[in-house]
């Protein structure tokens, strides 16, 4: 992983994200190994690696933005998975639509909407 002076976790504003694989992402000139929530706020690590840890704990951080996306993208890494009902629900009360689909999928949507400028996040689970 490669560490620029802005990165420790967390790079503030909206970024596209340039690649995808490996284990990880790359986005503002930087890599990261690992899973990202990329949020109106910036891109953070995110401590999730499958479906199983999709919680609502896991998905905090979007629901303590303080601008919450309007949509956030889920990608559940190489295959799709439901959400937990209670997870669902929390989302449904914060009035933040879901969409679940695999990283891939979910990362090109996510830099589509962005660059439509519209409200968007994504929960990206990091794939090979």
């Known amino acids: 992983m490669s560490e620029g002076a802005r990165y420790q976790g967390f790079v503030p504003g909206r970024h596209l994200i340039d690649a995808y ?24 690590a995110w401590s999730v690696t499958s479906p199983a840890e999709f919680t609502t704990s896991a998905f905090e951080p979007v629901f303590a933005e303080e601008e919450p996306p309007e949509v956030l993208l ?51 689970i990091a794939v090979s």
């Not at 694989?21 to 953070?44: T, V």
């Open 21 to 44: 694989g490996a284990g990880g992402f790359r986005f503002a000139d930087m890599s990261h190994r690992g899973s990202i929530l990329a949020l109106p706020s910036g891109i953070r």
């Open 74 to 124: 889920i990608g559940c890494g190489v295959d799709i998975a439901a959400l937990p009902e209670r997870t669902r629900w929390r989302f449904k009360e914060a009035r933040i639509r879901i969409d679940v689909m695999q990283t891939g999928a979910a990362a090109r949507t996510y830099n589509i909407m962005l660059a439509e400028n519209r409200s968007v996040g994504a929960a990206l």
